[in-house]
C-alpha cells in the first residue's frame, strides 16, 4: 500500500500546485466608480429605429456616459425627459444626441468624429443650471482627445480628412493633450498600445469616475467605424465596454488598429475621457470633488481617432 499512497500524495501535490498557480495569476480588473450606476442601452438596434433611422453608436454611447453621471453624481437634468426607469432612460437622450444640433448622426448610424466634442459639450451646456441645495450649478462637460507623448503640439501632422491633424479637433490642451503614454513605437517605427501602460492609466480614469470613449474596429477592416463606453480594465490584457446593440458587457483584447500581428475585430484607434465639471453661479468658482450624490467636479479627457465616421451599423445575418 506504500506506493498507491506516494502516487495519491503526487497527484494531491500537483493538483495543489496547478490551483496555485490558477489564483496567482487571476487579473486584477479595475471598473469605473459606482460601476453599478452605469447604465447599459441597447438603442443601435432596428427595434429602436425611429422614421427608417437608426439612432447610431455615438448617441447611444453618450447617452450611457450622461446617464452614468446622473446616477452618479446627483444632477437631474442631464438626460432628457422623459426619462422611464429601466433601459429606456436614456432613450430620448440618445435621439436629442442623434440630432443635427449634436453629434449630427446620419440615419444609417454613422456619425462624424469632430462631432463627438462640439455635440456632447454643447449638449450639456443646452440643458442649463440646476438648483441644489439653495445654490445654482452649472454643469459641463469636458471631451479631450489622448494621443502619445511624442506628438508635437505645434504641428502635429496630418491624415485623410483632417488639414491640419489634431489641431482640427481644436486648441491643444483644450480639445486634445499628448498625455497618453500607452502609445509606443516598435523598432520598425509601427505604433503600438503597451498593455501595461494602457492599464495604468485607464484603470486611474475609471478610478476617479472618467468614463472612457472608446473608437474601436468592428469589422476587422483595421480602421476604426464603432463607438463604445469602456467600464473596466484588467492586468491581462483585456478591455471591457458596453455594447451599443445588445446593452451586455463584452471585453476584447488591448490592442492598436495598426498592431502587426493583430489589429482586426475590437481593436483600438482612439481613446477618450469624458468628465463632468460644476460651477457655481454668480461666485464660489469650482465646486469641490465630491462623494456621490452630492455635487461634482470630476477631470476630464478623451481619446484619438482615425479620421472618417463612426459608427458602421451591424450587418444582419
Not at 439653495?134 to 504641428?155: F, R
Not at 453661479?281 to 469650482?286: D, K, M
Amino acid at each position: 500500500m506504500e506506493r498507491p499512497r506516494r502516487y495519491v500524495g503526487l497527484a494531491l501535490s500537483i493538483v495543489l500546485l496547478i490551483a496555485f498557480s490558477y489564483g496567482s495569476a487571476e487579473a486584477t480588473t479595475i471598473e469605473i466608480k459606482n460601476f453599478a450606476d452605469f447604465p447599459a442601452y441597447p438603442y443601435n438596434t432596428a427595434a429602436y429605429m425611429d422614421s427608417g433611422a437608426y439612432v447610431g453608436c455615438g448617441p447611444t454611447t453618450g447617452a450611457m456616459i450622461l446617464g452614468y453621471f446622473e446616477n452618479t453624481y446627483g444632477p437631474t437634468n442631464l438626460l432628457t425627459d422623459p426619462t422611464p426607469a429601466g433601459v429606456n432612460q436614456g432613450l430620448a437622450t440618445a435621439w436629442a444626441l442623434h440630432s443635427s444640433t449634436y453629434l449630427n448622426t446620419h440615419p444609417d448610424g454613422l456619425g462624424d468624429i469632430y462631432d463627438v466634442r462640439p455635440g456632447m459639450e454643447g449638449y450639456v451646456a443646452s440643458r442649463g443650471p440646476q438648483v441644489i441645495g439653495g445654490q445654482t450649478v452649472i454643469y459641463s462637460l469636458d471631451v479631450v482627445i489622448h494621443v502619445g507623448p511624442t506628438y508635437d503640439a505645434t504641428h502635429p501632422g496630418s491624415w485623410t480628412g483632417a488639414p491640419d491633424g489634431y489641431n482640427s479637433y481644436g486648441p491643444f490642451g483644450d480639445a486634445w493633450t499628448n498625455d497618453a503614454t500607452f502609445y509606443a513605437q516598435n523598432a520598425s517605427g509601427g505604433w503600438y498600445i503597451d498593455d501595461t501602460a494602457f492599464y495604468t492609466q485607464t484603470s486611474a480614469w475609471l478610478s476617479d469616475g472618467i468614463p472612457v470613449w472608446l473608437t474601436i474596429d468592428q469589422d476587422a477592416a483595421y480602421g476604426g467605424d464603432h463607438w463604445v463606453p469602456m467600464v473596466k480594465v484588467d492586468d491581462a490584457g483585456h478591455y471591457y465596454y458596453y455594447d451599443t446593440y445588445s446593452g451586455t458587457l463584452q471585453s476584447a483584447n488591448i490592442a492598436y488598429v495598426g498592431e502587426y500581428g493583430y489589429g482586426g475585430t475590437h481593436a483600438i484607434s482612439a481613446v477618450r475621457t469624458v468628465s463632468l465639471g460644476a460651477v457655481i453661479s454668480g461666485g464660489g468658482g469650482e465646486v469641490p470633488v465630491p462623494e456621490p450624490s452630492t455635487l461634482l467636479l470630476v477631470g476630464s479627457g478623451v481619446a484619438w481617432l482615425l479620421a472618417g465616421r463612426v459608427c458602421r451599423r451591424r450587418r444582419r445575418g
